[in-house]
């Protein structure tokens, strides 16, 4: 199972760092991913990291701002979520899939956790 943590309200051009965590089994060997979902619209990839943390992939809107990356010792993942902007309220899923390659794709992610609620005030 996979455990998201770490949202919150802030202000537009802060700051806040995701976290995930796993447990009940090990995704050491698992590309995992962060998506998110805004009212009415459909979820949406935001970043994906590969099992070792050396690929990593961004959605346009928040490469260069929210740098994934994981702790294989700990079995967690993070998302530093900088230079926040109102358009990045949503709630934010984190997920792993099978397989070690990342992905952007929402369906071959197997495993979500319940997600984190992120709004970003003007």
């Known amino acids: 199972q996979l455990q998201a943590s770490g949202g919150g309200v802030v202000q537009a051009g802060g700051s806040l760092r995701l976290s995930c965590a796993a447990s009940?089994?090990?995704?050491?060997?698992?590309?995992m991913g962060w998506f998110r979902q805004a009212p009415g619209k459909e979820r949406e990839f935001v970043a994906t990291i590969n099992w070792s943390g050396s690929n990593t992939a961004y959605a346009d809107s928040v490469k260069g701002r929210f740098p994934i990356s994981r702790n294989n010792a700990k079995n967690t993942e993070h998302l530093q979520m900088n230079s926040l902007k109102p358009e990045d309220t949503a709630v934010y899923y984190c997920?792993?899939?099978?397989?070690?390659?990342?992905?952007?794709?929402?369906?071959?992610?197997?495993?979500w956790g319940q997600g984190t609620q992120v709004t970003v005030s003007s």
């Open positions: 009940g089994r090990t995704f050491t060997l698992n590309a």
């Open positions: 997920a792993a899939k099978k397989g070690p390659a990342p992905s952007n794709l929402t369906d071959v992610y197997t495993y």
